[in-house]
């Protein structure tokens, strides 16, 4: 069962935003973690010092591409279907795709 183009590139993209927002938060420090010194006028107190957004992008692209590997293997070979997350013996609508 093949997908098409757009379909792969717009769930990767849901994959890599969702990625984002998971290692955004990894390695950062704040300037009490570093020195107690906050940088200038207008720095918030728990703004990061060393923020990288090129790491992080880089980071996003590897964890969505696992992920979005994942998501398409359980799509093309049939893992977990609607029917194997059905705890309540629910009726299952097919909608013939």
């Known amino acids: 069962m093949a997908m098409n183009w757009t ?3 717009a769930i990767y993209v849901l994959f890599w935003v969702m990625s984002a927002f998971i290692v955004l938060p990894i390695g950062l420090r704040t ?3 570093v020195d107690g010194h906050v940088v ?3 720095h918030a107190d728990s703004a990061p010092v060393n923020f990288r957004p090129m790491l992080v992008a880089k980071r996003a692209t590897v964890l969505a591409a696992v992920l979005f590997g994942l998501y398409y293997a359980n799509y ?3 893992w977990f ?3 194997d997350i059905n705890f ?3 009726p299952v609508k097919d909608l013939g795709y």
């Open 7 to 9: 379909s792969i590139a």
């Open 31 to 33: 300037p009490d973690e």
């Open 40 to 42: 200038g006028r207008g």
């Open 76 to 78: 093309a070979l049939g």
């Open 81 to 83: 279907t609607v029917e």
């Open 88 to 90: 309540f013996d629910a």
